[in-house]
């Protein structure tokens, strides 16, 4: 008899390891981190179709976004779809683009991330308190604020932070 209850309590505490194991793994992908998979053009020539990154869901409880950060984001005209693209204005900043050059504050924008330009001009715009103005890299095939509008600090769903495939991209995200 006490070779089965040995066995019983065997078993019993591999269902609660595994119960315990899956309820952290689950409390980490809802609060920690997430994946996210790159779907679309918006953000080469940085990031492409396919390739697979960890969000830091956790970051923006403790701090706002910060300028060049690149995060996900619920679409504004779709929450069900979820955005990657890069800040590049900051609550209270007022941006311009023009001729494809942008303008924080009446200042050209100093960016040194890989990105496609194009000439193009946006008309000067406030960044509302609780959003951050966000563009695509692959700025003439990209759908961002400058159709969209700011987006709210509510909708950020995190910061991609690390790519982990395909294998030969793994590393962090600057």
């Not at 970051?59 to 779809?81: A, T």
């Not at 924080?104 to 001009?121: K, R, S, T, Y």
């Not at 509302?128 to 509510?154: H, M």
């Amino acid at each position: 008899m006490p070779e089965r209850a040995e066995r019983k309590s065997l078993l019993q505490d591999l269902v609660e390891t595994i119960v315990f194991a899956f309820i952290v793994a689950m409390l980490i992908r809802t609060f920690v981190i997430e994946p996210f998979l790159i779907n679309g053009p918006s953000m080469q020539p940085e990031f492409h179709t396919g390739e697979r990154l960890y969000l830091n869901r956790a970051v923006y409880h403790l701090r706002q976004p910060r300028r060049f950060e690149v995060i996900v984001f619920r679409y504004p005209f779709n929450p069900s779809k979820d955005y990657l693209k890069r800040v590049i204005a900051l609550p209270g900043e007022r941006i311009a683009l023009k001729g494809g050059v942008v303008y924080i504050n009446g200042q050209p924008l100093a960016e040194d991330h890989p990105m496609v330009h194009q000439a193009f001009d946006f008309a000067e715009t406030l960044v509302p308190p609780g959003t951050v103005f966000v563009l695509g890299d692959n700025r003439p095939n990209s759908e961002d604020s400058r159709i969209f509008g700011p987006v709210p600090l509510k909708n950020i769903k995190g910061k991609a932070f690390i790519r982990f495939w395909p294998l030969n991209t793994v590393g962090l995200i600057k």
